[in-house]
């Protein structure tokens, strides 16, 4: 079992920045794969980044590639997400997973733990 919580969310202006955390707890943080979801209201939940096992690999949405960044200490057990050049379509809950799956995994299926999720918020 891996418990993820995030935190990090909030309110901020189109153009500005947020980090988020993923704090995790339980099995062997450096054994997963780790990447960052976001949902909508009245949308489905779509990829936004992931991360290899050891940090070496990662892969971001078109959406969002070029302005966020995620990252990961496996020391600490925390996996991040640097968000910059924010703008209102950004707006959702955030979501950490992590996956068993060799690799970097950009479906959400193949991940095997969540975290509650953070809000984002940003207004024009």
């Known amino acids: 079992q891996v418990q993820l919580v995030e935190s990090g969310g909030g309110l901020v202006q189109a153009g500005g920045s947020l980090r988020l955390s993923c704090a995790a707890s339980?099995?062997?943080?450096?054994?997963?794969?780790m990447g960052w979801f976001r949902q909508a209201p009245g949308k489905e939940r779509e990829f936004v980044a992931a991360?290899?096992?050891?940090?070496?690999?990662?892969r971001y949405s078109d959406s969002v590639k070029g302005r966020f960044t995620i990252s990961r200490d496996n020391a600490k057990n925390t996996l991040y997400l640097q968000m910059n050049s924010l703008k209102p379509e950004d707006t959702a809950v955030y979501h950490c997973a992590a996956t068993s799956t060799i690799g970097v995994s950009t479906t959400s299926s193949k991940y095997d733990y969540w975290g509650q999720g953070t809000q984002v918020t940003v207004s024009s």
């Open positions: 339980g099995r062997t943080f450096g054994a997963y794969g």
């Open positions: 991360i290899r096992r050891g940090g070496a690999n990662t």
